[in-house]
């Protein structure tokens, strides 16, 4: 349901979140940058543009969110010690987005979409009040999504885009037909300072950051276990 983005702000901020954050591939990633906007999967797909597959893609569709951009309260790599499912990128927005005339609302999950039946009811979906959201809403729960729908599925990046911090996943990729290994943290933050450089963001002072992780991270470990073919959606361009 619709809540008053500067009410749900200060719920935020009573809880220390200091930022909105979000998760994506290398590849999607920078598809946002050449643009200069943050776009809907529904967007990107209408225009042809390139973006990693998501397992939740068919269900968006049927739920009516194909269009609405989400954000996390906090940086679930680091909250987790686990690398996002949602890619090796991940992009750190300015609070102050939700301060602006253009977002007067935004809604709040309950759960992960991903979870959603077509006939789950909407109060199930949504929080569906001020009050309900300041009793029941938690930033380390990770399907507790800020979701700003109704505004065309875009948002420019600048001046709202504040850090963009790629994982080292710790694992070279072979490319067997050119017999050549490739490192895959140099061309990831090759590319997406190429894609930055394109949406003329560079100039502004934003660049790509390889995440140092605490020594408990697990994040090394899983992607180590990935199959080839998933380890390659993350991180190639």
Partial sequence: MELKSTEVLRILRAQNVD?????????????????????????????????????????????????????????????????????????????SLLEQDWLPKVWVAKSNPIDWKADTPEEKRWFISIKEL????????????????????????????????????????????????????SSSIGAMRASARAGKLLNKGLDTVIRQCLGSCKCASLYKGMTSTEFKKLFLA
């Fill in 134 to 185: 300041e009793t029941s809403y938690s930033k380390t729960n990770f399907g507790h999504h800020i979701v700003l729908r109704n505004i065309g599925g875009s948002i420019r990046l600048n001046p709202y885009l504040k850090e963009i911090v790629l994982d080292n996943p710790h694992r070279t990729m072979e490319i067997t037909q050119q017999r050549y290994t490739l490192d895959l943290v």
């Fill in 19 to 95: 930022a909105l954050y979000h998760a994506n591939t290398v590849s999607t990633c920078g598809t946002f940058l050449r643009d200069g906007h943050l776009l809907a999967r529904g967007i990107v797909h209408e225009r042809g543009l390139d973006q990693t597959d998501q397992k939740s893609d068919k269900i968006d569709r049927e739920l009516g969110i194909w269009y609405d951009i989400f954000f996390d309260a906090v940086d679930i790599h680091v909250q987790s010690g686990r690398r996002s499912y949602y890619g090796p990128v991940m992009m750190k927005f300015d609070l």
